[in-house]
């Protein structure tokens, strides 16, 4: 019996997911737990997987189109089983790059072209010196589905223009399989991050061994393959002038259309504070010397994720959300780490971070940022921040400010721990490592004293973290 495969729901605002590609060919036999699609919402990309085993049967969604959630997408069909009789999706637009079917040879048995196929087909109007197009829109797109060399159709349109019916009848001739069963290459195991590397790179994923589980490959078997430098995805050629035209990825898009909007609605103040994180980095320091072997390095970020942690659960309106007319208080705090990736930014949760000891901490933050480089990231592990930590202490930036994450209120900023002369007790300078954290907020929600008392707390448990024990 067939078995549907349906577009999944990774979050619940989501509406739609774009095929970014499709990993196996129609008519290919597949494994339950194979990965049959690489699909993508705002924020990752995730493999669709054959929810049996059969033989893999598309509904007409081609790579690069975005469907609405819990779509059919494709069917699972028992060896000499039909596909039922589902409303097939109408071929996307000729610019849309379509996922390569299985080849056929002899038996090539086309679908009766769609009032819109017969629209792409048609001839179009001369142009203005009285020239045709040798080939059709449609034609185009048929011919490269199946790896078909044009060069070697003979066209029947007026001018020898090449239809649909002339790529069909050379593919029911025979002529096609060679060159389409070579394009058509093997079902390869391949992790999202190992395809997008490849991509990426130019590599073919069929010339690589995979070191993962039954030979899976990674991004870093991608990566050892020593390729050519990456290029941007989608970047068109450079413009007189010296201008490359990027365009926007959906993550990028995204970002964009979020911060802006934060920007526009919510009224931003902002508050720094200067902490000396001495007894952190000797926190951090003791905390590595006692490590057992094989547990998580603790850095700075960690030991600060607790402090901050334990200052909301004393400024509980900051860990909220803005409502329709209303505040979202919440009594667990999950704080979204900002992880920056090579085109974008995104921010993996830490869930019930008030909960966990610095060490846990330390090993979650490790785990999440390394995922998130690797797109190894699961829809839950992006779900439910009620804060959100940016931190850019890595690099030689000593403040910034942070936009808001729509629906929370608030942001803190983390900037580098430089050292600084500032005076002691009795006044004498000293050398201290100062961290600069500045807090943005939504003035709607949050009033400038409830800021100034967070950060008024943050930095004295920063200075004394013995009181996150108390």
């Given at each position: 019996m067939a078995k549907e495969v349906i577009m999944p729901v990774f979050g619940f605002n989501q509406e739609t997911s774009q095929i970014v590609s499709w990993l196996v060919k129609d008519g290919q036999t597949v494994e339950q737990g194979d990965p049959i699609a690489e699909v993508t919402t705002d924020k990752i990309n995730m493999e669709i997987e054959a929810p049996t085993s059969g033989v893999?049967?598309?509904?007409?969604?081609?790579?690069?189109?975005?469907?609405?959630v819990t779509t059919v997408i494709a069917y699972i069909l028992e060896p000499g089983e039909k596909a039922p009789e589902t409303p097939v999706k109408a071929p996307a637009a000729p610019q849309a790059?379509?996922?390569?079917?299985?080849?056929?040879?002899?038996?090539?048995?086309?679908?009766p072209p769609t009032q819109n196929e017969q629209q792409l087909d048609a001839a179009p109007p001369p142009a203005a010196d009285g020239r045709v197009a040798p080939v059709s829109d449609l034609a185009a797109k048929v011919a490269s589905e199946h790896g078909v060399d044009l060069a070697a159709v003979r066209g029947s349109g007026v001018?020898?223009?090449?239809?649909?019916?002339?790529?069909?009848?050379?593919?029911?001739?025979?002529?096609?399989a060679p060159a389409a069963a070579a394009a058509s290459g093997a079902k390869v195991r391949a992790t999202p991050a190992a395809r997008h590397?490849?991509?990426?790179?130019?590599?073919?994923?069929?010339?690589?061994?995979?070191?993962?589980?039954?030979?899976?490959?990674?991004?870093?078997?991608?990566?050892?393959?020593?390729?050519?430098?990456?290029?941007?995805?989608?970047?068109?050629?450079?413009?007189?002038?010296?201008?490359?035209?990027?365009?926007?990825?959906?993550?990028?898009?995204?970002?964009?259309?979020?911060?802006?909007?934060s920007m526009q609605e919510a009224p931003h103040i902002y508050f720094q504070v200067d902490a000396d994180v001495s007894a952190l980095n000797d926190m951090v320091a003791e905390a590595n010397r006692q490590a057992a072997e094989g547990d998580a390095k603790v850095t700075l970020t960690a030991v600060l994720t607790k402090a901050i942690a334990w200052t909301l659960l004393r400024h509980p309106r900051l860990n909220s959300h803005l409502g329709q007319g209303e505040v979202l208080q919440y009594e667990d705090i999950h704080l979204g780490i900002a992880v920056a990736l090579d085109d974008g930014l995104i921010v993996p949760v830490i869930h019930n971070a008030d909960h966990k000891s610095v060490r846990q901490l330390a090993a979650e933050v490790n785990d999440l940022a390394s995922r998130a480089r690797s797109g190894k990231l699961k829809p839950t592990d992006l779900q439910g921040a009620t804060f959100t930590i940016?931190?850019?202490?890595?690099?030689?930036?000593?403040?910034?400010?942070?936009?808001?994450?729509?629906?929370?209120?608030?942001?803190?900023?983390?900037?580098?721990?430089?050292?600084?002369?500032?005076?002691d007790a009795l006044g004498q300078a000293i050398v201290r490592p100062i961290a600069t954290l500045t807090l943005s907020v939504d003035h709607r929600v949050i009033d400038g004293a409830v800021a100034a008392a967070f950060l008024d707390d943050l930095s004295a448990v920063c200075e004394r973290p013995h009181l996150m024990a108390l």
């Open positions: 893999f049967s598309a509904v007409g969604y081609a790579a690069g189109e975005t469907v609405p790059a379509a996922a390569p079917e299985e080849p056929k040879k002899s038996s090539y048995t086309p679908d001018g020898g223009r090449i239809t649909r019916k002339d790529v069909e009848s050379y593919l029911g001739s025979g002529s096609a590397a490849a991509r990426q790179r130019g590599i073919a994923l069929d010339t690589l061994r995979g070191s993962g589980p039954h030979g899976r490959v990674q991004a870093a078997d991608v990566a050892a393959a020593q390729a050519a430098p990456a290029r941007p995805r989608a970047a068109a050629p450079a413009q007189p002038g010296g201008v490359l035209r990027i365009p926007f990825t959906q993550m990028r898009r995204t970002i964009a259309d979020n911060l802006q909007r940016s931190n850019l202490g890595m690099f030689r930036v000593d403040r910034f400010t942070a936009i808001i994450n729509p629906p929370q209120v608030g942001i803190l900023a983390i900037g580098r721990a430089s050292r600084r002369l500032v005076p």
